[in-house]
């Protein structure tokens, strides 16, 4: 759209921007408001003349924009209906909680004696003390030995527990100067005994002897000991092992020996 222009008998003069903003709002066509409660009636904009116009310069006032002013909220307002208001009525108040006096500091009423009995140690105590303390030593005593014995054997019959002897027992012409040597052995629980006699190994003799039985899981620990005495009374020397607490008796007839039987008198 083409812009408007303003025509006068001495040319062209520019069209004012204000006119264009008073197309558009209808409130910029409206002349301003003077300094004074006075109307001016000789307003020179709306003078048909060029030399009004242009002796007396065109004031414009910018519109101002309308702010509208929002209304106080108003309060929302609910009511009960009649049965809550009801209920409610007819709930009962709480009741007061009762007030609490406070106590009196407690006061023991025993006698300072019967206090300073009470605090005394009794002597039983002592006494129990004492026989724990006695029980732990025997117990670690009883350890101690054990363990010392072991260590001893191991120092002295070796592992397997080996034990070795002469003696003279009249087997293979022996004498004083050439007894029988003897060799006992704790294989795993079983002894064995082997006889060199007159100290030959081509005359040697092997005697099979017991198997230890027992809930003691150390059996193949027992050293097997011999002695050599007579216990029937044959005048022979007789061969005994020594198990620990146990004795195992070989009866000698002469040319080796023999497992005991009910029928021999043993007098050990």
């Known amino acids: 759209m083409p812009l408007p222009t303003t025509q006068t008998r001495r040319g062209y003069v520019p069209p004012d921007p204000l006119d264009y903003l008073a197309e558009d709002d209808p409130d910029a066509s409206r002349p301003p408001r003077p300094g004074s409660s006075a109307i001016r009636l000789n307003d020179p904009r709306f003078t048909g003349t060029q030399r009004a116009i242009s002796s007396q310069p065109t004031t414009r006032q910018m519109p101002v ?96 527990r080996t034990y070795q002897t002469d003696a003279v027992v009249g087997h293979g012409g022996d004498s004083p100067q050439h007894p029988s040597h003897f060799i006992a052995i704790n294989l795993h629980g079983h002894i064995i005994v082997v006889e060199l006699m007159a100290g030959d190994p081509a005359k040697a003799i092997t005697y099979g002897g017991p198997y230890l039985y027992g ?54």
Do not use: C
């Open 65 to 160: 924009p309308y702010t509208y002013r929002r209304s106080a909220q108003q309060p929302v307002t609910t009511t009960a209906s009649p049965a809550i208001t009801a209920r409610m009525r007819a709930t009962p108040a709480p009741a007061p909680a009762p007030s609490v006096s406070p106590k009196a500091p407690y006061k023991s009423t025993l006698s300072e004696r019967e206090k300073e009995s009470g605090r005394r140690i009794h002597w039983l105590l002592f006494i129990g003390v004492g026989m724990l303390v006695m029980l732990a030593l025997w117990v670690l005593t009883s350890w101690l030995i054990s363990w010392g014995t072991q260590r001893l054997d191991d120092i002295r019959y070796g592992n397997p």
């Open 215 to 268: 809930t003691n899981s150390n059996v193949d620990q027992i050293p097997p000991i011999l002695e050599f005495k007579d216990v029937n009374g044959d005048g022979k020397p007789d061969m005994i092992i020594h198990l620990g607490d146990q004795n195992i008796v070989f009866i000698n007839t002469g040319t080796k020996f023999r497992p005991s039987d009910a029928n021999d008198k043993i007098h050990l």
